[in-house]
């Protein structure tokens, strides 16, 4: 439920109203949650409005992407990179909170210094109100215009996946983007800041119209791999936080949404000089992890790699976190990924 979590009354009562009120008996405690939630944040949302006041001249540094399909790494890339001491990076509690984040860290900063770290459900990954956050998930709050509020209302699910190309993203949509942006940066204005979004995968040609010298890494990894985890994915945390009973084949789904964000990316990739596109795949991240960084920092003209690595290597001796294991695919999913995402395979070298 992060994308509703700070949401204001108004927004939750659009979105209930645009899905006509239908909601599943076992979301309904769900739903009290969100909306005594909803009136915190209207409160906390009025405090947020004078400090916000003080990020409107603020100039974002151009930004660093994370993209790549979800399940693909770009979370472990992210926790990793957010060690370098020149990035800053959105936090979980702010993508939660987006409209309220300031007044938040200013009147509850002992709190949240104190917050408990969890693991997340599809990855036993650690994390804490603190940690690296996707993006994503503060433009849903924010905008409602976002495919993560089809995950809560999964029967509608067609009508925000639109919003993952770049055609359906209004001015608003680019103006909340740069506005979260800013209350970001503000807290740091020296730094640069580091983002991470699957969705923003198919994004490449607006993001570099909101910020045209942005840079972009991407890390892919090997279909079956993605396909698996993704599956586990939908299990686990989308079907969590749905409100309604979902209505679609999972596979399926995931099979159509790798091929949404694939396809534009192969288009526009194009359009980025060679040090904005750093490309990196999970096995090499996985297998040598500091030659990865290396690759990529060298790639972007990132020059304070040699600054940065004793922090990697410090997280990386702290790592504990088991990865998921997951039984074989059954010759039908084989065939399926094979014939859907063929492109992909050919375009990174990956056995078909």
Do not use: C
């Given at each position: 439920m992060d994308s509703v979590i700070g949401l204001l009354p108004g927004q939750w009562f659009k979105l209930l109203k645009e899905n006509k009120f239908k909601i599943a008996p076992f979301a309904w405690p769900h739903c009290g949650v969100i909306k005594l939630l909803s009136v915190r944040n209207y409160f906390f949302h009025k405090q947020e409005r004078v400090l916000e006041k003080e990020t409107e001249s603020i100039k974002v540094?151009?930004?660093?992407?994370?993209?790549?399909?979800?399940?693909?790494?770009?979370?472990?890339?992210?926790?990793?990179?957010?060690?370098?001491?020149?990035?800053?990076?959105?936090?979980?509690?702010?993508v939660r909170n987006p409209n309220t984040f300031l007044f938040i860290n200013r009147r509850f900063n002992q709190n949240l210094q104190q917050s408990a770290s969890y693991k997340r459900a599809m990855d036993n990954v650690q994390s804490s109100s603190l940690a690296p956050a996707e993006d994503e998930f503060a433009l849903a709050a924010m905008t409602l215009h976002s495919p993560l509020i089809g995950w809560?209302?999964?029967?509608?699910?067609?009508?925000?996946?639109?919003?993952?190309?770049?055609?359906?993203?209004?001015?608003?949509?680019?103006?909340?983007?740069?506005?979260?942006?800013?209350?970001?940066?503000?807290?740091?204005?020296e730094k640069t800041i580091l983002s991470k979004s699957p969705l923003n995968t198919p994004r490449v040609d607006l993001l570099l119209k909101i910020f045209p010298k942005a840079r972009f890494?991407?890390?892919?990894?090997?279909?079956?791999?993605?396909?698996?985890?993704?599956?586990?994915?939908?299990?686990?945390?989308?079907r969590r936080s749905a409100l309604q009973h979902i209505p679609y084949s999972i596979p399926d789904r995931v099979i159509e949404r790798y091929q949404t964000l694939y396809g534009p990316f192969l288009g526009q990739r194009s359009k980025l000089t060679d040090h904005q596109l750093a490309e990196i795949s999970f096995k090499e991240l996985e297998t040598d992890p500091m030659e990865a960084l290396q690759k990529i920092y060298a790639q972007l003209n990132l020059e304070s790699f040699d600054m940065a690595r004793p922090h990697f290597e410090t997280y990386l001796a702290g790592l504990k976190h088991k990865k998921n294991e997951y039984p074989p695919l059954d010759e039908n999913s084989r065939s399926l990924i094979r014939k859907h995402w063929e492109p992909i395979y050919r375009e990174w070298n990956y056995t078909v």
């Open positions: 540094n151009p930004p660093v992407f994370i993209i790549g399909h979800w399940r693909s790494g770009t979370t472990f890339l992210h926790n990793l990179l957010s060690r370098d001491p020149r990035f800053i990076f959105p936090q979980t509690y702010q809560l209302f999964p029967q509608r699910q067609t009508w925000y996946d639109r919003y993952t190309q770049a055609e359906a993203l209004d001015n608003d949509w680019q103006n909340a983007y740069m506005r979260f942006f800013r209350k970001i940066q503000h807290a740091q204005p890494i991407h890390i892919h990894r090997d279909p079956q791999s993605v396909f698996r985890s993704t599956v586990h994915l939908y299990h686990t945390a989308i």
